[in-house]
T-cell receptor, first 113, second 109 residues
Framework: NTKITQSPRYLILGRANKSLECEQH?????MYWYKQSAEKPPELMFL???????RNETVPSRFIPECPDSSKLLLHISAVDPEDSAVYFC?????????????FGEGSRLIVV | GDKVKQSPSALSLQEGTNSALRCNFS?????VQWFLQNPRGSLINLFY???GTKENGRLKSAFDSKESYSTLHIRDAQLEDSGTYFC???????????FGTGTSLLVDP
């Protein structure tokens, strides 16, 4: 899937700050960040529609999303914690209203040491 | 409790055989999506369903909103079908998918 690209794909961090990036080439209005911990299903973190944050699930304040335009999404992580080790997926859909197929990027695997 | 339960949790199939996966909802689901997470970790959308059925090649899925369940049938299983299958349900209260816990499928030669 090259239509939703994420970088970096792999990241090993101590207690540092880092940003994950995502870009979608599908012309979608809605973009999401999901967190998938080992052996668990994906969990929604944030949802943007047309650059507006419209869903913010219960996420530690060290995670800060940013949507500079409707095709790009960033996730800034400050002072990572071992519990943050997971795969972070970016996803998009035509818009955020009911009834839209969700497409995922390849994920960014974060390992906190 | 679990709002979206998948069964079985794990399954092993021989190549060429058929199987069915099931998703039961304790929420009033309006739409359902099925995803395959392959061994490389990629999440691939298989189906988006309103109540009714859809078919795509060897895969067929059904969603019954009144009885609160969905099924995914795999016909003539192939090695590349191995992975974890997730169903995800949406309620008519704003767009958020609730994922099931997944069915891990292994297809053996």
């Amino acid at each position: 899937n090259t239509k939703i690209t994420q970088s970096p794909r792999y990241l090993i961090l101590g207690r540092a700050n880092k940003s994950l990036e995502c870009e979608q080439h599908l012309g979608h209005n809605a973009m999401y960040w999901y967190k998938q911990s080992a052996e668990k299903p994906p969990e929604l973190m944030f949802l943007y529609n047309l650059k507006q944050l419209i869903r913010n699930e219960t996420v530690p304040s060290r995670f800060i999303p940013e949507c500079p335009d409707s095709s790009k999404l960033l996730l800034h992580i400050s002072a990572v914690d071992p519990e943050d080790s997971a795969v972070y997926f970016c996803a998009s859909s035509p818009d955020s209203f009911s009834g839209n197929t969700l497409y995922f990027g390849e994920g960014s695997r974060l390992i906190v040491v | 409790g679990d709002k979206v339960k998948q069964s079985p949790s794990a399954l092993s199939l021989q190549e060429g055989t058929n199987s069915a996966l099931r998703c039961n909802f304790s929420i009033a689901a309006t739409t359902v999506q099925w995803f395959l997470q392959n061994p490389r970790g990629s999440l691939i959308n298989l189906f988006y369903l309103v109540p009714g059925t859809k078919e795509n090649g060897r895969l067929k899925s059904a969603f019954d909103s009144k009885e609160s369940y969905s099924t995914l049938h795999i016909r003539d299983a192939q090695l590349e079908d191995s992975g974890t299958y997730f169903c995800a349900a949406e309620r008519n209260m704003g767009y958020k998918l609730t994922f099931g816990t997944g069915t891990s499928l292994l297809v053996d030669p």
